[in-house]
């Protein structure tokens, strides 16, 4: 073959093919194994465990799980889904027992003792209410 007849466009690099991408104005390459889904899902989990002190993980938590098991499709779940999975799952179980503990507080009147021990130490220092 005659290098003066070949399209200098359609040269191949004689090292064969490169790593690096060849078009400046292309985006980054990432991997296909990764996706949005399971990156929300992880970012949900982690925001269930903030939360759930709080009382209100649940939601985030659940739709973490709902995202890292559809970020799954029909191949196997990455590992930034499973991470999600299992931090959503911890948060919403956690969120679900703190709501139980709180309840069972309120219901026996143990609460009622700890607002007024809280209140009459209050008064104590000179704040009043």
């Known amino acids: 073959m005659d290098p003066y007849q070949q399209n200098p466009c359609e040269q191949q690099d004689p090292n064969g093919p490169s790593q690096y991408n060849r078009n400046p ?19 949900l989990g982690i925001v269930g465990l903030i939360t759930m002190i709080f009382g209100i993980g649940f939601a985030p938590a659940a739709l973490g799980i709902i995202l890292a098991l559809l970020s799954r499709g029909k191949g196997k779940m990455s590992g930034m889904a499973v991470a999600g999975l299992v931090l959503s799952v911890i948060a919403l179980v956690l969120t679900i027992l703190i709501l139980i503990y709180v309840a069972v507080l309120l219901l026996s009147g143990a ?3 700890y607002l007024q021990e809280i209140t009459a130490m209050m008064q104590e220092m000179g704040y009043t209410l």
């Open 25 to 43: 104005y292309s985006g980054p390459q990432y991997p296909d194994s990764i996706s949005g889904l399971a990156t929300a899902s992880l970012a």
């Open 111 to 113: 609460m009622d003792a």
